[in-house]
């Protein structure tokens, strides 16, 4: 056997997020070399709280991370919308019991740092996986037998091809594709409450929506309900730019006059906001040149209402790691073969998200339709509407393309 024989094949992970780490670990259950290249100084996690639906389990599981993730995941019961006029429940989906007989796995909130974790600590047992932090991609380049990444000090890192996991502002994405963003003009405060200030009346084993005029606010549990998510979302009256900021309480209360007394009072309760103007891009029809591919949000960014970021971002980890093992570590042949499955799937998940934003943000009669939407609805009607979305299995996550 010769030493080319003999030498893994390597790929180079651009970013240490949920999506980067489970790319990495992805490819090195193939037996794949990774080098993972983070810009921060440290590979962290920021944030506050995500959903899980049945799909990111099922990625979870592919993944060999399921049973961590779980130890650290809040189980709820259910799921609900409010009209955040009259407080009144427009719809409520069992996720218990029901659910998971129906889809084969539970439905959980979890902290985005006990999530990362749940994966970080498989990748650095993996011998297969270096990380290198504090550098920062500038270009990449190829040719006919590999790629080569330059970093911000000059410095060349070499492998056969690359996975471009670096998010929203992806600088891999920017070389392969160049499009450009789309600003919502919707704007996401996140924070994080301690039980001791959460309302009694809203501690609450569920994701609750509480669906306004033009603005909306999410509360459920972490960490075993020692603490609480919390999410407001408006509309701006400021022309946004596409980033993150501290926030003021004054800015939220401004954009939730009117809001029923019940979930305005959660309001009060942050200490401290952070503030994210969003943003999401188009679908495109292709994510890969040659041996460069992108995932996660660097290649389908999205905006928050399906709470399927983070599920997308494994789906893809799960389904690009599938699709190498299927060419036969043919990277070029894997990625074309993982974007024909995956893009058509993202594209329908971000328009979905895009919608559902509109859902929850009705005013007048739109509010009134949107309320009658689910009337008289079974909970198996609610789990086969749903199939398409949290149905996802990693044992069939190619049969799309086929």
Request: proline share 3%.
């Amino acid at each position: 056997m010769s030493e080319t024989q003999r030498r893994p094949r390597s790929v180079i992970v651009v970013g240490g997020g949920i999506g980067g780490l489970a790319a990495a670990l992805a490819l090195a259950r193939q037996g794949i070399a990774i080098q993972l290249l983070e810009q921060a100084d440290e590979i962290r996690e920021i944030g506050a709280g995500i959903q899980l639906a049945a799909n990111a389990f099922n990625a979870l599981d592919a993944l060999g991370v399921g049973e961590a993730a779980r130890g650290r995941a809040v189980f709820t019961d259910y799921m609900k919308m409010m009209d955040a006029v009259d407080g009144r429940e427009i719809v409520r989906i069992d996720v218990g019991a029901p659910y998971r007989a129906h889809f084969g796995n539970p439905y959980a909130v979890i902290h985005r740092a006990d999530i990362h974790l749940s994966i970080l600590e498989a990748v650095r047992e993996h011998p297969l996986i270096q990380f290198r932090t504090s550098t920062q991609v500038m270009r990449v380049e190829q040719d006919d037998t590999g790629v080569t990444v330059i970093d911000q000090r000059g410095e060349r890192y070499r492998a056969d091809a690359i996975v471009g996991c670096d998010g929203v502002k992806s600088a891999v994405r920017q070389t392969l594709i160049g499009d450009a963003h789309r600003v919502t003009g919707h704007v996401v405060y996140r924070a994080v409450v301690e039980e001791a200030h959460m309302p009694a009346d809203l501690k609450i084993n569920a994701p609750v929506v509480w669906a306004g005029p033009h603005c909306h606010l999410v509360h459920y549990p972490l960490r075993g309900g020692h603490q609480y998510n919390l999410v407001v979302t408006f509309h701006s009256r400021e022309q946004e730019e596409w980033g993150v900021r501290e926030g003021s309480k004054e800015e939220v209360l401004s954009y939730f006059e009117g809001i029923h007394p019940l979930p305005h009072q959660m309001l009060d309760r942050p200490s401290s906001w952070k503030r994210w103007a969003t943003a999401d891009r188009d679908p495109v029809e292709r994510w890969s040149i040659g041996r460069a591919t992108v995932l996660g949000d660097a290649a389908h960014p999205m905006t928050q209402y399906l709470a399927q970021g983070a599920c997308q971002a494994l789906e893809d980890a799960v389904t690009l790691g599938a699709a190498v093992a299927e060419t036969d570590q043919d990277f070029e042949a894997a990625f074309a073969l993982y974007e024909k499955v995956r893009i058509p799937r993202t594209a329908r998940v971000l328009y979905s998200a895009r919608e559902m934003g509109r859902i929850y943000h009705a005013k007048g009669v739109e509010r009134l339709v949107r309320n009658s939407l689910w009337t008289g609805r079974t909970q198996q009607q609610f789990y086969d509407s749903l199939h398409w979305l949290h149905g996802w299995r990693a044992e069939d996550c190619l049969t799309q393309a086929s």
